[in-house]
């Protein structure tokens, strides 16, 4: 007899859990993401403990048969792709069809699910990858993933999670970076009974940026507009109010949250001697390019990406940002600000004119005449 053995599916499922789910919030993002791809327009996440205890995602997507609530759970199944082609063109944010066997077999997991025009919805439940039931049951149209006891049978996996409320940071973050992506789509984060985030559907990303983070953050930021195949939009922060962290890049590339360098460093050079050393700015970027310049499958947690042309991307970047920035709007409301005081004499009792809002810097507005020109000049 050979020593070389085929894997059974459990196990293998186990061990792409090793790349696939380092944590509860792996898991949460995981999940989040097919209740995007299905379309969902309010999701509602509850965890207990971290995530480690229970983690339960609710969803009004459009659900999945009887058939498909099962054979989800079989490794590489998915309705995401099905050709190389396809795989060569991702526009959807799951597609290799490894998370959810990948979770089922490491936790003890329930579906329940419901079509549009189905009868009743299907309830499966899995404990350590295995089925163990399937059956008919209420509920609304969507799905809703239940995931309890994490890494119950892989200790050796379990022992190196955080405490429950550092977990719990880790899903808060993934919740704000879905937030912050999907301004149309309501998100509501329970935290152990109480509840963290509450945000409602068909916001602009101004008012989810002011509920997430507050008016501080909210009121200076201002607007990055590029149209074109290679496109833009998003908001930055003044280099005065810049931050000794880090972590306040949200960058996105066609919906799908990214840690890049080239991004990065194009942001850092556009903000350029404006910044002091050590200090980021907060930036919120959507970039929408063709599928087919940016390669998704390269990392298992997808949040690291290759671009056919890191040059284009470096350029598109800087010089949307930097004209901006060279446009100064922050100075500009500051100086009209200061002109609206001194105008009213210190004696007199009657209250300050009314300021009127700084123009939008032309190269921002659609409409101006720059900004034809501007968006020639992006691909230079």
Sequence with gaps: MGRIQVLDDILANQIAAGEVVERPASAAKEILE???????????????????????????????SPEDATLALKRHATSKLNTFEQLQRIATLGFRGEALPSIASVSRLQIRTRTQGAVGATRVIVEGGEIKEVLEAPGPVGTEILIEDLFYNVPARRKFLKKGATEATHIHEIVQRMALCNPGVGFRFIKDGRTSIDLPSHATLSARVNALFGPSVAEPLRPVEVDGAYAISGLIGPASAARGTARHYYTFINGRFISD?????????????????????????????????????????????????????????????????????????????????????????????????????????ADSPGAEAHRKRIFD
């Excluded at 509850?46 to 659900?63: H, Q, T």
């Excluded at 050393?277 to 599928?291: A, K």
């Design 261 to 365: 360098k080239v991004v990065r460093a194009a942001i850092q050079a556009a903000y350029g001697q404006r910044l002091e050393r050590g200090r980021h700015p907060f930036v919120i970027l959507h970039l929408q390019i063709p599928p087919e310049a940016v390669d998704v499958n390269v990392h298992p947690a997808k949040t690291e990406v290759r671009f056919v042309d890191s040059g284009v991307i470096h350029r598109l970047v800087t010089r949307a940002i930097d004209e901006v920035l060279t446009a100064d709007p922050w100075t500009t409301e500051r100086r009209a600000q200061e002109v609206g005081f001194h105008l009213t004499p210190p004696s007199s009792p009657a209250a300050p004119p009314a300021r009127a809002a700084p123009p939008a810097p032309e190269a921002t507005r």
């Design 34 to 64: 097919n209740a995007l791809d299905a379309g969902a327009t309010t999701i509602t996440i509850e965890i207990a403990d971290g995530g480690i205890e229970r983690l339960r995602v609710v969803d009004n997507g459009e659900g999945m």
